[in-house]
């Protein structure tokens, strides 16, 4: 199976930019290929101890990246890709602020820090020294002990317990790490394969509402959608596993195309556009980057760190 290309060299002009897909359209990959689903479901179906336990519900798989490895989606992002979308501004270079919602216990956390920020061939370590800082999150508190304790990064990682659907519960976290450097929004959230789970336990209201929240915390958006076989997927492990079915799934009116459902309703209802999609990984999954509207465009993508090599 292919894995997509980049669809352009660069953020300016793409045809995706600013409005979201028409009826029959669908997110392609940039050879042009739907962006269809197959690998994903049959390698969580032959890992079945990392389903355990409870076919994990939150997606809170122990052993996630076995099945999912980090270096799957790396190898679709630019490394420049931050430094690029926000160039320092004067000399203090204050550091670009991340979140990363569903972190899992931290391993494509630290990869993706590692990834933006290690030296370029050419470019001295004083030069890629620009800070990053990712507050990262999960709902599941044993995953992210393991990710604290784990961490190589401990002063740019910071890893908390947090149910992002409590509205309560959220506020002081992320505005205390924000407070921090006297800012309001991130930089950038990540959310890789996590709007899958919001959708099947809090059903369609929950995943508008999460989907209006992360758009308004941020200024970019980088967002794996799970793809509906994913959906299918789920709900039939908990019944192999005689556990009770997702609440929500049967009853669930957006789906079907979930990578363009989303690209619809962030365009449309949440001020965002998509400014590039930068292909699908090995288990056929789209990392689609999305730009608040007010938020002003920057230097090119380069087309050489986009492309994608064949995967069978």
């Not at 009116?253 to 989303?262: H, K, L, S, V």
Request: hydrophobic content about 35%; overall charge negative; proline content about 7%.
């Amino acid at each position: 199976m292919r894995a997509g290309a980049a669809l352009a060299p660069s953020l300016r002009g793409l045809q995706t930019s600013g409005s979201a897909p028409t009826e029959g359209q669908s997110v392609m990959a940039a050879d042009g290929t739907l962006s269809r689903g197959g690998v994903g479901e049959a390698v969580e179906e032959e890992h079945p101890g990392a389903l355990e336990p409870g076919a994990a519900p939150f997606g809170n798989f122990p052993h996630y990246s076995r099945f999912h490895p980090p270096e799957q989606r790396l190898r679709l992002l630019p490394p420049e890709l931050l430094r690029q979308l926000f160039p320092p501004e004067g000399p203090e270079k204050r550091p670009i602020l991340g979140l990363d919602v569903g972190c899992n216990s931290g391993d494509l956390s630290v990869a993706l820090y590692k990834h933006f920020l290690s030296p370029r061939d050419g470019e001295t370590c004083s030069g890629a020294s620009r800070e990053l800082r990712i507050l990262c999150c999960d709902i599941d508190p044993v995953l992210v002990e393991r990710a604290e304790r784990d961490c190589p990064f401990p002063e740019a990682l910071t890893f908390i317990t947090l149910d992002i659907m409590d509205q309560e519960s959220r506020k002081v976290p992320l505005s205390s790490f924000l407070s921090q450097f006297g800012r309001s929004v991130f930089d950038i959230v990540f959310c890789m394969s996590v709007t899958m789970w919001i959708h099947l336990n809090h059903g369609d209201r929950g995943l508008c509402e999460f989907l209006a929240h992360v758009s308004s915390l941020c200024s970019y958006l980088l967002m794996e959608p799970q793809p509906w076989k994913c959906y299918r997927a789920a709900a039939r492990r908990l019944r192999k596993l005689g556990l009770h079915s997702f609440d929500h799934f049967r009853s669930l009116a957006i789906r079907g195309d979930m990578a363009n459902q989303i690209v619809r309703i962030l365009t449309q209802d949440h001020g965002m556009e998509l400014a590039c999609c930068f292909g699908n990984t090995s288990w056929d999954r789209s990392l689609l980057l999305f730009r608040a509207k007010h938020t002003h465009e920057t230097q090119a993508i380069p087309e050489s760190s986009t492309k994608e090599t064949r995967t069978d």
